[in-house]
């Protein structure tokens, strides 16, 4: 008889074995979905997990599974899922109505909480998503100031309309189907503001500057300190339009978001995630001067009007949501508790890197962490400063295969990761995070086992 040697038993062979429901809806989701999925990021090899509920810290999928969730809807949630405050409110609007087609209260409570929490912020405009806040930010600019040109930062993150594409985490190259007069209309810098200055004098025709208030890709690159209080004053000196994208910090550095911190009022702020409460919308919000091309001008005046209907803008579920959880997080309690559960998770990580012996860190800013298991070890420490390592490893990341198989190492375990990190919520448990670090221990040294660290 021929023996057929079975086949080893490796972190890919468990993750399939665990999850069949989720193997069999990804085989199903193929047939009518590009890849079987609806977000670049959940684009996962052999097939990503599927949810069937969730409840604060944690998920469950569809075949059981408990899972310590650190995607935390993108960063959207910040109170965790279905938070009471928030699910009472939203419960409260769906049984009163979920479309009026007409003005309502909730959108005026919901502009006035982001007026009281937003430094810079004077007027609102809502929006349905992030990406649509940072197309209206710059439309607004270029009305406001007559000139066309954008400047953005190399790797920086701002949604996925035409100007704001090129070379963002979803698209190194040259990103197809967009037109080359937009591109050029478009200069990707680095956060240098020497390079700003030069470029701002050579095109003459800069009208909007946006950036990632936390640096590339959410705080993957930090912003050098000093350089958004330089940024800000060269654009005033300039009468360019400084924009803050706060879509991941707004609500999470502080109430009022990475500006708060670091005492900058930005002429617009783009805004959406917490914002919403985990419901989708953004908005843009700014000084009253900019933000007035959206109003209609007044009779025999000659203002231009940026024209902005937009069927699900200020949908009162999202509405409802969004002043509930506003009102929540303005104290600032509940960041303060996230970020004290991030620095205890990254130090818990970084303590089992360095106990066994695996080059690499954890990092991140505020609620954040971020895995590089990769270079040279850097110093013992609990926790890192992003701004004192080395530049070039966070760069780089990790090899994405080396990234997969950390994400299916540490769901077999009950850990779901976003990407190479994720986000901490202000209903994560001392105990979630005991979890968390044992699981992240016990992965490591499988990851070592399978050769897959290098
Ligand atoms: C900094 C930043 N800006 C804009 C966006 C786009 O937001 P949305 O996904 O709601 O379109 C994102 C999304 O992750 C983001 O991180």
Redesign the pocket.
Known sequence: MIEIPEAPVTIESTYVDRHPGSMRLNGRASAVLPNGVT?DSRHMRPFPIYAESAAGAHKRDVDGHDLIDYVMA???LLLGHSHPVVTQAAQAQLLRGTHYGASHEREIEWAEEVVRLVPSAEVVRFT???????LMALRLARTFTGRPGVIKFDR?????HDY?VANSKYSAGPPPGVPQATLDSVSVLQLDMDEVRSVVAARADVGAIIV??AGA??GQLPVPRGFLQELQAFCRAESIVFIM?????GFRWAPGGVQEVEGLEPDLT?L??ILAGGL???AVAGRREVMEHLRFPDPGSKAAKIGHPGTFNANPLSAAAGVACLREIADGSHQQRARDLGAQLRAGMNAALCELGIPGFVYGQSSEFRIVVAGTQVPEATDYDPHDLPWALMAEGMPGERTRLMQLAMTNRGVHLFGSGGLVSSVHTEDDIARTVEAWRDALVELRGERALG
């Open positions: 977000h993108h960063g959207a349905s998503s992030g990406t649509e806040a940072t920086h993150f701002h949604g996925w704001v990632e208030s890709s959410s994208d706060e879509v991941v910090t783009t959406a995630k989708p919308g953004g």
